[in-house]
T-cell receptor
Framework: EAQVTQNPRYLITVTGKKLTVTCSQNMNHEYMSWYRQDPGLGLRQIYYSMNVEVTDKGDVPEGYKVSRKEKRNFPLILESPSPNQTSLYFC??????????FGSGTRLTVV | AQSVSQHNHHVILSEAASLELGCNYSYGGTVNLFWYVQYPGQHLQLLLKYFSGDPLVKGIKGFEAEFIKSKFSFNLRKPSVQWSDTAEYFCAVNGNTGKLIFGQGTTLQVKP
């Protein structure tokens, strides 16, 4: 089944403790992206990647890092999480024809 | 810069009422337009999309949307909503960069 898999689904952590949210797609898509969803703000792009080893900032990149060492994986790294990064995060990949597939989401709480 | 604006943040309807959710975008070039739905606790699902051709597009679950280029609009409609349509709806646009830009979302609550 074609899908984007994120882990974990839920995460509660403390301020300053590094964490990684994984994202993997099995559709051989070149383009991958991370979004955060906050009430009243919709989804905002954090980072995106056009291909392996090619990443770029989205609209709200501060406090986040990404890497794209292989085509299928695009992890999101929070080196020192803060409470304002409490949010719902979605990973997405895009294939031909601009069809996006979204992961199931990761609900992160930073206390 | 590209942007997407959804007119209504919260809509409450009774079952069988008609629905129209407004979406306007700002982008001067060729765009691809999408409507996504997010049911409570779930991820985004594509309702419908417009790339080119007939500006009236039909999606899943009886939804349709009309692209009006002169108004930069892509409004979502459904003739008769059901309780199961209770969800959050997002309009999204991408241009030639491929970046998908979302509106703020509209929460639809359908009362049985």
């Amino acid at each position: 089944e074609a899908q984007v898999t994120q882990n974990p689904r839920y995460l509660i952590t403390v301020t300053g403790k590094k964490l990684t949210v994984t994202c993997s797609q099995n559709m051989n898509h070149e383009y991958m992206s991370w979004y955060r969803q906050d009430p009243g703000l919709g989804l905002r792009q954090i980072y995106y990647s056009m291909n392996v080893e090619v990443t770029d900032k989205g609209d709200v990149p501060e406090g986040y890092k990404v890497s794209r060492k292989e085509k299928r994986n695009f992890p999101l790294i929070l080196e020192s999480p803060s409470p304002n990064q409490t949010s719902l995060y979605f990973c997405a990949s895009r294939g031909q024809g601009y069809g996006y597939t979204f992961g199931s989401g990761t609900r992160l709480t930073v206390v | 810069a590209q942007s997407v604006s959804q007119h209504n943040h919260h809509v409450i309807l009774s079952e069988a009422a008609s629905l129209e959710l407004g979406c306007n975008y700002s982008y001067g070039g060729t765009v691809n337009l999408f409507w996504y739905v997010q049911y409570p606790g779930q991820h985004l699902q594509l309702l419908l999309k417009y790339f080119s051709g007939d500006p009236l597009v039909k999606g899943i679950k009886g939804f349709e949307a009309e692209f009006i280029k002169s108004k930069f609009s892509f409004n979502l409609r459904k003739p008769s909503v059901q309780w199961s349509d209770t969800a959050e709806y997002f309009c999204a646009v991408n241009g030639n960069t491929g970046k998908l830009i979302f509106g703020q979302g509209t929460t639809l609550q359908v009362k049985p």
